[in-house]
């Protein structure tokens, strides 16, 4: 289909007009806002003088409320409408200098037009003037699911009154900058190959862009997805998995704005770099962003005031640097166990037997005494009616303690510490205390007559102060042993063979390892990764859950990283919520089962009835040639289909040492920053191997930056970093630091290495110190790759 001259003019002649009228509004907004916050800044100058303040009687005080009422009011809705107004010339700004993207025309059945209205999509919708014609749909109104769906021909979409059909006469795409239409084309078969080649070869960026022009239908179905509770979505890597939660995030809000807030969902990333990475998409398009976190803080929020809680990168750094040492084995089950379904089931079966018996608790202490023994809280524990629930016996148990306590503070006033305590007290502490006993006697009108009335006043402050702490760890149930419960799991071997019978599961070959490892860790209040959920879990059962039901929607990203055991901690944990869950079991790197491994665990969590999956193959990151070199690495890659963009075939050198690696390395950085290159990343297994290239590097290669787990903004530039922070980021061009065999060899560094590569859009270069390549290398097909001379 090719465009006439005439086609051109009007669309041009239409940009000019529908940028005209959105200056108009703007204009017209901006007068308004800046009337609206003049008004509000006068408000606030002169509220007491529109205020009747008299508290002579209580008539006036009533009135005198109301008045401060009627005024704080006046003011909110003041605010209201200019924070209204603002966002939405915000919106129009942006709207402004490229208002549309897409054009459809669709005839109804039956509507009987021959050329119907054309629908012109945007990032947000805009009316004419009088406001009964939309000049941009925005691209999540119902109608616009056409043209990410369809091509022209017959076509349909849904509306909340049902189903739509017609036939889609026109498809056609822009590119608008700065009030001028550079590139138009009318769409055929595929949509947005010319529009997505556009997009794909330009270079990466330090934030992940919005794909709205460009949305591929299957992403589409993954964006505009509402019956499921959980949508599961496994895709290549670079397929846009990450870009289509994003989109889907927007679709939500706009669909369900209202009801729905952006601070009702939360995403759940790799790594503290990825959210700053992500964090404009939303933005980009008028909308606020949700909620970002990392499990590990989650983690570490609920754990670390009690433990060291290692993070998955920690563990991840022990378990690819620290093989044939003594433990390595054991831990490396442990880590598999503690992650597994056999495990939860464990857990909670043992919940079911503390039901009946098994409980521990910690003696309830004041000053080296007990309050209340440990045994005297196990035997009231079971004296409550077994058919009441463990976490409610827990309160009525804490509710007793608390009593017990305040029973306690009356024998304590007349004890001879006290007495000490007040002659002892420093004179502001006494002024403290003392204020404290007259603001008591105030209360009461008492007055102070007699010394004696005054020390008893101040004992009776100093054993309640003294006892404020041993409430408050009773009011956070800190009298509930979870660390002895945990640790009997790994001490008394006949309760996990019990508990285990009723399950199902087998005890790995090297439990006695496993035990050992995790006792000497718990006695130094340190929490390995891998029992950090457990144990969270076992409190949570025995405590009660703590759930968040203001969230609607949980969005995690990299879900192959998470074990099933963390999905169902998420689900209790957000009790209210969807999920959307994406992944890449390819690049599951992590020791741990994963939750993509097997969908049962994954499917059972909601129910298939609730559950959808949806499979993207196709990979948009990167060109043809580093598809075609990546997809042999893994399993089942014959299946990821590349985008058609064409680029050079990755590169691979072996050279001889470590000198001449860091030679190579620098000049090829030096020619691809001539090239333009701007964003590079030189590529290590660990952490370890970052610290000695960075080492190596900074001085050849100027503005290098390390990237450690610490690391926060994602910026643009050269970078050295480890493979496992990588993931989810992109990069104009790779270095793979050491490709060689002495580092990627074994099965379990396959997707780790495949991880790495797949970090680049342009240009892959795979550099090795030494002749030895890793077989992930020469496994691949001799033509998807140019070995280079290296010396
Ligand atoms: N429909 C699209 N239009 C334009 N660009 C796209 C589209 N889909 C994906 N991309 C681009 O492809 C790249 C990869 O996308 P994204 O990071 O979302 O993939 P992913 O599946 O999350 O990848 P990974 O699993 O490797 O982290 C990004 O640059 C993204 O902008």
């Known amino acids: ?236 890597a670079g397929s846009g998995k990450t870009s289509a939660a994003l989109q889907r995030v927007a679709y939500l809000l706009y669909k369900y704005r209202g009801h729905l807030t952006a601070d009702q969902m939360v995403l759940f990333s790799p790594n503290p770099m990825f959210n700053s990475y992500v964090s404009t998409v939303l933005p980009e398009l008028g909308e606020e962003n949700m909620q970002q976190t990392t499990f590990q803080e989650y983690l570490e929020r609920r754990l670390g005031k009690d433990f060291k809680v290692e993070d998955p990168f920690d563990q991840m750094e022990y378990v690819l640097t620290s093989e044939g040492q003594p433990g390595y084995n054991g831990r490396l089950q442990g880590i598999e166990y503690k992650s597994s379904d056999d495990f939860f089931r464990v857990l909670l079966a043992y919940k079911d037997r503390l039901e009946a018996e098994g409980m521990l608790f910690k003696p309830v202490k004041f000053r080296g005494n007990n309050i209340v023994s440990a045994a005297q809280l196990k035997e009231k524990f079971y004296e409550y009616d077994s058919s009441i629930r463990l976490t409610n016996r827990i309160v009525l148990l804490r509710d007793w303690l608390l009593k017990e306590v305040a029973s306690f503070e009356l024998t304590q006033r007349n004890e001879p510490w006290v007495e000490e305590e007040i ?93 050992e490892a995790t006792i000497a860790k718990l006695e130094q209040s340190e929490l390995s990764f891998e029992d950090a959920t457990p144990y969270l879990f076992l409190l949570e059962l025995v405590q009660g859950f703590q759930t968040n039901t203001s969230v609607r929607h949980v969005i995690v990203d990299e879900v192959q990283d998470y074990s099933p055991f963390q999905l169902e901690f998420l689900k209790r944990l957000f009790p209210r919520s969807r999920m959307t869950a994406l992944g890449d079991l390819n690049q599951a790197i992590y020791a741990h089962g994963s939750a993509l491994g097997e969908l049962e665990p994954l499917t059972r969590l909601y129910g298939p009835d609730q559950t959808e999956l949806i499979r993207l193959t196709r990979s948009y990151r990167s060109t043809k040639e580093i598809v075609e070199f990546t997809r042999g690495m893994v399993p089942g890659g014959d299946a990821i289909i590349p985008f058609n963009r064409a680029g050079a075939k990755p590169e691979v050198m072996a050279g001889a040492g470590r000198e001449w690696l860091h030679e190579a390395i620098a000049s090829r950085i030096e020619a691809l920053r001539s090239d333009g290159c701007e964003s590079v990343a030189i590529i290590c297994k660990t952490a370890g191997e970052s610290v000695e290239a960075f080492a190596a590097l900074q001085n050849r290669v100027a503005g290098l930056r390390l990237v450690t787990k610490d690391t926060q903004g994602f910026e643009q530039g050269v970078v050295v970093i480890p493979a496992y922070l990588a993931k989810g980021v992109e990069f104009d061009a790779v270095l793979i630091y050491d490709g060689s065999k002495r580092r990627y060899s074994r099965e379990s560094e396959r ?24 077989p992930f290398i020469t496994e691949q097909k001799a033509d998807t790759y140019v070995m280079m001379p290296g010396v």
């Open 1 to 236: 289909m090719s465009l006439t001259n005439k086609d051109w003019l009007e669309e041009k002649q239409r940009v000019q007009e529908v940028i005209g009228s959105i200056e108009q509004r703007i204009r017209q907004l901006e007068a308004e806002t800046g009337e609206v916050k003049t008004e509000v800044v006068e408000i606030r100058k002169h509220f007491w003088d529109e205020v009747t303040v008299n508290l002579s009687t209580s008539e006036d005080m009533i009135e005198t409320h109301f008045s401060l009422r009627q005024q704080a009011e006046v003011l909110s809705e003041r605010e209201r409408s200019y924070r209204q107004a603002a966002a939405t010339l915000k919106k129009l700004r942006r709207l402004v200098r490229s208002p549309y993207f897409g054009r459809i025309d669709f005839r109804e059945e039956g509507s009987g037009e021959s050329s119907p209205e054309p629908i012109y999509l945007g990032i947000t919708s805009f009316r004419d003037e009088e406001g009964d014609r939309f000049l941009v749909y925005d691209w999540r109104a119902p109608v616009s699911s056409l043209y990410y769906d369809y091509p022209p021909g017959p076509a349909k979409y849904e509306t909340p009154g049902g189903e739509i059909t017609g036939e889609l006469l026109l498809k056609r795409q822009y590119v608008i900058r700065d009030g001028g239409i550079h590139w138009m084309f009318d769409t055929g078969i595929t949509i947005g190959d010319e529009l997505l080649q556009q997009v794909l070869s330009r270079n990466s960026d330090a934030q992940m862009k919005s794909i709205v022009a460009t949305i591929q239908k299957e992403q589409n179905q993954i964006i505009r997805n509402d019956r499921s509770r959980l949508l599961i979505v496994q895709g290549a």
């Open 751 to 774: 997707k780790l290495f495949y991880t790495a590569c797949t970090r680049a859009m342009h240009f892959l270069y795979v550099y090795s110190p030494d002749q030895d390549l890793s």
């Open 423 to 515: 002659e002892l007290l420093e004179p502001e502490d006494y002024q403290r205390a003392y204020a404290r006993v007259r603001k008591m006697q105030k209360d009461k009108e008492e007055t102070f007559d007699d010394f004696e009335k005054e020390k008893e006043l101040l004992a009776k402050v100093i054993v309640h102060e003294r006892l404020k702490p041993v409430r408050k760890r009773l009011k956070q149930l800190k009298f509930v042993h979870v660390r002895a419960l945990y640790r009997q799991l790994f001490t008394d071997s006949q309760l996990l063979a019990e508990l285990m019978k009723g399950t199902g599961g087998t005890m790995p070959e090297l439990w006695s390892d496993i035990c």
